[in-house]
């Protein structure tokens, strides 16, 4: 889950070992990301009733990537979605910016042992518990989706 999603359902797929570049994965690691990719893509696009999706990983500092391990990012999107944001590209600029910042977020809760500054009304951060919640209903309708 996503501490602060950038839209509602913005979910992070990882490999399970933790590398920092996606050419550092294996062909089976990288076969089986992207599988699970495009399975949580389809389930995550029914749940939240989207339209359509992005598909994002950062691979590296100089793209964005704040965190040192290869992830994917699955945002959820609606039409006019982020209209008032300046349009579809909008969200571009979010992962780039603060907010998409996942890394300065985590370390903001680790020093003070609370949750990070939230920095917009809409985007609130979540506690473990609510992220925990997610994910166990995001399980359940995983379970119903074919593999």
Excluded: C
């Amino acid at each position: 889950m996503n501490l602060k999603p950038l839209l509602p359902g913005h979910v992070l797929v990882s490999p399970l070992r933790r590398v920092p570049r996606l050419h550092d994965l294996s062909a089976e690691e990288v076969t089986d990301l992207f599988l699970t990719v495009q399975r949580v893509s389809r389930v995550i696009e029914r749940v939240f009733h989207a339209s359509a999706l992005n598909i994002a990983i950062q691979d590296g500092v100089d793209a964005g990537q704040s965190v040192p391990h290869v992830h994917a990012h699955i945002i959820p999107r609606k039409v006019s979605d982020l209209d008032d944001r300046g349009g579809t590209d909008a969200i571009y600029q979010m992962m780039q910016g603060e907010e998409g910042d996942i890394g300065n977020h985590l370390v903001q809760r680790q020093r003070r042992g609370a949750l990070p500054a939230v920095d917009d009304d809409d985007r609130k951060p979540r506690s473990d518990d609510e992220m925990k919640a997610e994910a166990d209903w995001l399980a359940t309708e995983m379970e119903k989706e074919p593999e």
